[in-house]
């Protein structure tokens, strides 16, 4: 079993910033990859992004190439999001997720944490 823990949402301006960080604990030797996923009000979950994480090339949702960023640190077993250039439309619960094969869906998701972008 593998536990992912969110945090860093928060209440920001459009064109501001926010960090969030998502931490694993348990099995986490056996992580394929990680991503972020988001989910706005009245809306259907939504991929955001994704990273492998040995090898750490990465993977983009067309509506936040070039102002999100993931990133992850193997040491700390923690993924990240930055995310710049914040849109009101980019409000959402954000969830972070874990995959244990490259052909597996995502088995394990954290709790979410909500980001809000005042216009």
């Known amino acids: 079993q593998v536990q992912l823990v969110e945090s860093g949402g928060g209440l920001v301006q459009a064109g501001g910033s926010l960090r969030l960080s998502c931490a694993a604990v348990?099995?986490?030797?056996?992580?394929?990859?990680m991503g972020w996923f988001r989910q706005g009000p009245g809306k259907e979950r939504e991929f955001v992004a994704a990273i492998s994480w040995i090898g750490g090339s990465a993977d983009y949702a067309d509506s936040v190439k070039g102002r999100f960023t993931i990133s992850r640190n193997n040491a700390k077993n923690t993924l990240f999001l930055q995310m710049n250039s914040l849109k009101p439309e980019d409000t959402a619960v954000y969830y972070c997720?874990?995959?244990?094969?490259?052909?597996?869906?995502?088995?394990?998701w954290g709790q979410g944490t909500q980001v809000t972008v005042s216009s």
């Open positions: 997720a874990a995959k244990t094969g490259a052909e597996r869906p995502y088995d394990y």
């Open positions: 348990g099995r986490t030797f056996s992580i394929y990859a």
